[in-house]
């Protein structure tokens, strides 16, 4: 990770242009970066523009990220939010929206969280190796509020959080439940026992990424297969 620490202590002297949007107050004049986003990393396309209160972003404001790509060595800089409702990586160039393109990105690298492209689609990272990766996938489905007709003006939609966790093992998605006996579920046999007495030991609670993975990178090699 350390080469990549440099890339985020850059200062941002490359925005010069402050523009409001969907997104908020963001610079959109990046250069030569956006100017090659636009043209191998990105195509345009209109967000969903529903009437739906709450922010439908990752994060509260879009921040620097750092591209590893595919098929270059040369990572690329940019500002990004993840819509959790569309699952895409959002550019703002000052008139129109992008969306970055998952099968030309490798990875998308915040100071607090990584990104990775499988099989098309965006995931978080909680633990990515040689061996596996273990995956957050968190997005938005829309809900209306419980109102009572002719008493309440119906409510406008709202946005509702999910999170799913996913393993991807030997070219396979695999989802995990949140659960000690599910956890223990998808290890052989033979190590139940084991897996049972670490995780008690080590307090492990299903509900913690960094504690799930660790009870993953000790009992990779046990996987079913």
Do not use: C, W
């Not at 972003?57 to 990004?80: D, H, R």
């Not at 419980?146 to 709202?158: A, F, R, S, V, W």
């Not at 956890?183 to 139940?192: C, D, E, Q, R, T």
């Amino acid at each position: 990770m350390k080469i990549f620490s440099f890339l985020f202590l850059i200062p941002v002297l490359l925005f010069s242009q402050v523009t409001s949007t969907e997104f908020g107050n963001i610079s959109t004049d990046i250069g030569l970066d956006l100017s090659y986003i636009k043209r191998e990393l990105s195509m345009p396309y209109k967000s969903n523009r529903l009437n739906i209160a709450g922010n439908k972003y990752f994060y509260k404001e879009p921040s620097n990220a750092t591209l590893i790509l595919i098929e270059e060595e040369t990572p690329i800089n940019v500002v990004t939010n993840y819509n959790l409702l569309e699952q895409t990586f959002d550019v703002f160039d000052g008139s129109e929206t992008l969306k970055l393109l998952p099968n030309k990105i490798k990875k998308v690298i915040f100071p607090d969280k990584e990104f990775v492209s499988i099989d098309n689609k965006f995931y978080e990272a909680i633990e990515v190796n040689d061996n596996f990766s273990l995956l957050a996938d968190t997005y938005l489905e829309i809900y209306f509020p419980e109102y009572t007709p002719g008493i309440q003006d119906k409510p406008d939609p709202k946005y509702r959080k999910k999170n799913s966790v996913l393993l991807y093992y030997k070219d396979r998605f695999n989802y995990v439940e949140r659960r000690k006996s599910f956890l223990i579920s998808m290890f052989n046999k033979n190590v139940a026992k084991e897996i049972n007495t670490f995780m008690k030991k080590n307090k492990i609670s299903p509900r913690d990424n960094d504690e799930l993975k660790s009870l993953f990178n000790e009992f990779h090699s046990s996987l079913n297969r």
